[in-house]
């Protein structure tokens, strides 16, 4: 039997009696009822985005990451398209509705939020995890008052029919959902017609002949870790609900003071490489917001999700440690891909002594998806230094300042004098 609580803790953030608490007593049942290891790794993620916008979504994707565009489904209002590296790498499913009217769930996530409502049907929807029995976990998540979506629901919602879909959750507004595959099994998703698109072909074609010109095809490693922003008071609560739901254990958490937030990592328990099955990473503001106008501290993290909602920030992908023209690989990376006219918050931060590099990109047009590179130098097996992810959370900030500036000034435009 697994043993989740058995895995060293790092960082300096204090958690809750409550959290210390409940973390030993899910893990420690979640072990005991087989659940631990009834569940693996992410097998996929699954990412939606407005009408018009997903082959250049995936002409931008296949330039910066090392995803294969493999074929699309398509259903009555959705395009699916999968993009693949290999079956020991997590798929991404990059959903296209097809009209704009389309309502549903996951659209009304969006609407709440000023900035998250110019995009209405564009989110991070949420991962699936590998499981060997499906009616198994199911019923014993069910029994620990988990609810799923209907086999009616799935169908409404267009989604692989051989998925069993928890439903968004109250403190990320992800979903989490379960496919049935015997390891050394290929991934299939039950869902309508498949075929490979021209016009998405040829723009993933011309996206992987670039990365070659560009000689970075092979310095681009899969996802090392996905990061989402909460509100500060569901810090807790929404790491301990993904342990619950995964199987995954607690690595720790990092105080970041000068940005008044804290990161807070999570890993499977299943592999020890991340490429196998990517960190789940939360970050939250220390304080509430509307204790801001009297700490007068900086508040990124919650000015993000009052902007956007919870949701995923942004996708981190490991670069290959190593040097290319004497330069380190993520330098030649980010210089390459930001000659192609993509922008970058900040100049590649942290150093071989502090052992890695990173760097934020600008967010996606298409999804607002931020891409993060991290060198690790040396087999480090961090995720950050804190001074690297306190300019990280700054740039990344003031980009949505800028964004949320912008949206007002539109809205202002629009108001009749």
Avoid at 22 to 45: C, F, N, P, V
Avoid at 50 to 58: E, H, L, M
Avoid at 208 to 223: A, F, G, N, S, V
Wanted: glycine share 6%.
């Amino acid at each position: 039997m697994t043993g989740s609580m058995s895995f060293p803790r790092h960082g300096d953030k204090q958690n809750s009696s409550f959290f210390e608490d409940y973390l030993a007593r899910l893990l420690e049942e979640r072990d005991h009822s087989g659940l631990t290891d009834m569940i693996d790794q992410i097998d996929a993620i699954m990412i939606t985005v407005d009408p018009g916008n997903s082959i250049r979504y995936i002409g931008e994707l296949t330039l910066m990451t090392p995803y294969h565009y493999l074929v699309t489904l398509e259903s009555k209002s959705h395009w699916t398209h999968i993009l693949r590296i290999d079956m020991n790498s997590p798929d991404l499913l990059v959903r296209e509705v097809k009209d704009r009217r389309t309502r549903g769930i996951f659209r009304s996530l969006n609407e709440v939020y000023p900035i998250g409502a110019r995009k209405p049907n564009s989110r991070y929807m949420g991962e699936i995890l590998r499981v060997e029995d499906t009616h198994k976990v199911v019923e014993c998540q069910q029994a620990r008052e988990f609810r799923f979506f209907s086999q009616d629901d799935i169908r409404k919602h267009e989604l692989p029919g051989n998925l069993a879909v928890v439903k968004p959750s109250p403190y990320t507004h992800n979903i989490v959902g379960y496919l049935e595959r015997p390891l050394g099994d290929i991934r299939v998703y039950a869902l309508g017609i498949s075929s490979i698109k021209p016009e998405v072909q040829e723009v993933y074609l011309a996206a992987k002949e670039l990365q070659k010109k560009l000689r970075i095809d092979t310095l681009i490693l899969p996802i090392d870790h996905l990061a989402t922003r909460i509100y500060s008071q569901n810090r807790e609560v929404a790491i301990l609900e993904w342990l619950s739901l995964s199987s995954y254990y607690y690595w720790g958490s990092y105080d970041i003071r000068d940005q008044n937030s804290s990161t807070n990592v999570t890993k499977s328990v299943h592999h020890d490489s991340e490429i196998l099955s990517p960190a789940k990473v939360f970050t939250a503001n220390n304080t509430p917001y509307f204790v801001n106008h009297l700490e007068r501290l900086p508040s990124p993290t919650e000015t993000f999700v009052r902007n956007y909602g919870p949701r995923l920030h942004h996708i981190a992908l490991a670069v290959r440690d190593g040097e290319t023209g004497g330069r380190e690989n993520i330098e030649h990376v980010v210089s390459q891909i930001a000659a192609q006219g993509r922008d970058f918050l900040l100049d590649v931060i942290g150093s071989r002594d502090q052992g890695l590099k990173q760097i934020f990109s600008s967010a996606s047009e298409h999804s607002s998806l931020i891409i993060e590179y991290v060198q690790r130098f040396d087999d480090f097996q961090g995720f950050f230094a804190k001074d690297n992810v306190a300019e990280l959370t700054h740039a990344a900030g003031v980009e949505e300042e800028l964004v949320e500036l912008q949206a007002r000034s539109q809205i202002e435009a629009g108001k009749p004098h």
